[in-house]
């Protein structure tokens, strides 16, 4: 009972202390020793929690530097300290440091855009530019205009080299490209549509001279699939009558099926996207097999599947936060080229410590060159050099869907299963950790994020119970980016992946499965 009284005695004495000299890194460890000792609450730790909230915010402010401003809000909500005018000036002040970041990230970007004709990323860029709050500062810049103009230039130049190639696939190409920017106005655009369906009536001409029915109904769909009015042409071409008239012959149709009930059932044809559904889950299958390991951890619940198997792949389309997201892998690259040190790189093949997600496939590919190759990116989807991988993320499908709509949310951290490395948000390289948070919906599935991560400046920990105050701090003011957490080493059970910047992940796929006993 003396020792207790001691130690509250002294508690208390070093809380008056850093109180009256506003010592924040006192106060920080006063707190964190009231919180480690378990006890009941002193008069001193109120007012020792407000000034030290109001030191991190008063220092922010005063920085102007993001993830400071994030870190001491954070601390704030932490802390329930957010009624004061200091956190409305905190919050302020960190969105006009982002407006300012994301105007000139953008204005860059925009800028390398078009210098390399990238068509897609002018357009991602300009629309985000448009509709996004206040954005007015971004459209003003001459880079905006400067890159609308190359976009339309470029939109323009790629139909005339589909019209000068007379190629199928580059003429629908062209023509899509056309369409998605918002360019179907132009002159090469309407010759091109043309060229289009006179080559659909040239295909459809031999398909019944070769009495062809799986040509013609690809023809038809493919022409349906061009937004062409089949049913006005149905009507006026004497081609298209014939096509139809013949398929419906090849189908053994009686002649009382209309042409637009024939015209429909093509039209509701889902095997090319029933084909890329498959294709995917193909992918994700190899993906989580490969990665995959029964190991038990303490956040397990219930029993260890032998394997995860997938029922469904969703691609996420999140504008505003893919947006973000290469905003921020783009500064974390600048810093890590204007002070590099001995880096911790997960991308050596040869080596133990490479990520698994990053490691070929059984089918002799790596998963993001996959992903690639099926979608013709021009580069591929994640740099391996700034330790930018997919990484995995398991929750409850609700939130799952809320954070591929939305975002994720730091201020949620560890509400799962708990925060050893500070409230960041945790990824894995293996699906059997992530699986450990993931429950099942009504229909018995269960659902994983697969994210690309940037973790930058890996800061390497494999003790059992790390300082996290210390873990924090080195990633939140610049030293690190990131924190690789290796309990395989240390409990034999998985490596651990946190970020501390909602900016640094984008959920890019949503994985449902379920869990094989």
Same mark, same amino acid.
């Given at each position: 009972m003396q020792c207790i009284i001691m130690l509250?005695?002294? $508690?208390?004495?070093?809380? #008056?202390?850093?109180?009256?000299?506003?010592? #924040?890194? +006192?106060?920080?460890? =006063?707190? @964190?020793?009231? +919180?480690?000792?378990?006890?009941?609450? $002193?008069?001193? @730790?109120?007012p020792a929690i407000r000034t030290l909230v109001a030191i991190e915010l008063e220092a922010a402010i005063a920085a102007r530097k993001e993830l400071e401003l994030k870190q001491a809000i954070l601390s704030a909500q932490q802390y329930e300290q957010t009624g004061s005018r200091l956190y409305k000036d905190a919050e302020d002040a960190l969105q006009t440091v982002l407006e300012e970041k994301r105007v000139e990230q953008i204005g860059r970007q925009l800028a390398d855009a078009a210098a #390399?004709?990238?068509l897609e990323m002018l357009h991602s860029l300009l629309q985000a530019g448009k509709t996004r709050p206040g954005g007015s500062l971004l459209t003003e810049r001459p880079e905006f205009s400067e890159a609308e103009v190359a976009l339309k230039k470029g939109v323009r130049q790629s139909l005339q080299r589909a019209s000068a190639t007379c190629s199928r696939k580059a003429v629908r190409k062209a023509c899509a490209e056309a369409e998605r920017y918002g360019y179907s106005d $132009?002159?090469?655009?309407? +010759?091109?549509?043309?060229?289009? +369906?006179?080559?659909?009536?040239?295909? !459809?001409?031999?398909?019944?001279?070769? #009495?062809?029915?799986?040509a013609l109904r690809s023809t038809l769909q493919e022409m349906i699939e061009q937004d062409v009015d089949v049913?006005?042409?149905? =009507?006026? @071409?004497?081609?298209?009558?014939?096509?139809?008239?013949?398929?419906?012959?090849? !189908? =053994?149709?009686?002649?009382?099926?209309?042409?637009?009930?024939?015209?429909?059932?093509?039209?509701?044809?889902?095997?090319?996207?029933?084909?890329?559904?498959n294709t995917l889950c193909e992918v994700f299958q190899e993906l989580l097999d490969a990665t995959y390991r029964r190991v038990r951890t303490k956040d397990r619940r219930g029993d260890v599947p032998s394997r995860l198997i997938v029922k469904e792949a969703v691609v996420v389309k999140n504008l505003p936060n893919f947006v973000e997201y290469v905003r921020r892998r783009e500064e974390i690259r600048k810093e890590c080229q204007e002070r590099p040190h001995p880096a911790t790189l997960l991308n050596q093949l040869e080596s133990r410590s490479?990520?698994?997600?990053?490691?070929?496939?059984?089918? =002799?590919k790596p998963f993001h060159q996959v992903w690639r190759e099926s979608h013709d990116l021009p580069n591929d989807p994640v740099d391996a050099g700034i330790n930018e991988f997919y990484l995995f993320h398991g929750t409850k499908p609700s939130s799952a869907l809320a954070i591929a709509e939305g975002d994720f949310r730091l201020d949620l951290a560890g509400s799962n299963a708990g925060t050893l490395y500070g409230r960041g948000l945790y990824f894995s390289e293996s699906t059997g950790k992530s699986d450990e948070y993931a429950t099942e919906d009504s229909r018995g599935l269960c659902c994983m994020l697969v994210c690309r991560v940037t973790l930058g400046r890996l800061l390497y920990t494999d003790e059992e119970y790390p300082n996290t105050n210390d873990l924090v701090r080195r990633c939140t003011r610049g030293e690190n980016h990131s924190v690789l957490g290796d309990r395989e080493k240390i409990r034999n059970t998985f490596r651990e992946m946190i970020v501390y910047d909602t900016h640094q992940a984008y959920p890019e796929f949503v994985v449902w499965y379920s869990r094989e006993m």
């Open positions: 509250v005695q002294v $508690l208390q004495q070093e809380l #008056r202390a850093a109180l009256e000299v506003r010592d #924040r890194e +006192r106060l920080s460890a =006063g707190l @964190e020793m009231l +919180r480690y000792a378990k006890v009941a609450q $002193l008069p001193e @730790e109120e #390399r004709g990238d $132009l002159p090469e655009y309407m +010759r091109l549509v043309d060229l289009q +369906r006179q080559l659909c009536l040239q295909n !459809l001409q031999d398909a019944m001279a070769r #009495r062809d029915q799986e049913n006005a042409w149905a =009507g006026q @071409e004497p081609k298209f009558q014939e096509a139809i008239k013949v398929y419906k012959e090849l !189908l =053994g149709l009686p002649p009382y099926f209309e042409n637009e009930q024939v015209l429909s059932k093509i039209s509701k044809s889902s095997v090319k996207k029933e084909l890329l559904q490479v990520c698994k997600t990053f490691a070929a496939l059984p089918s =002799g």
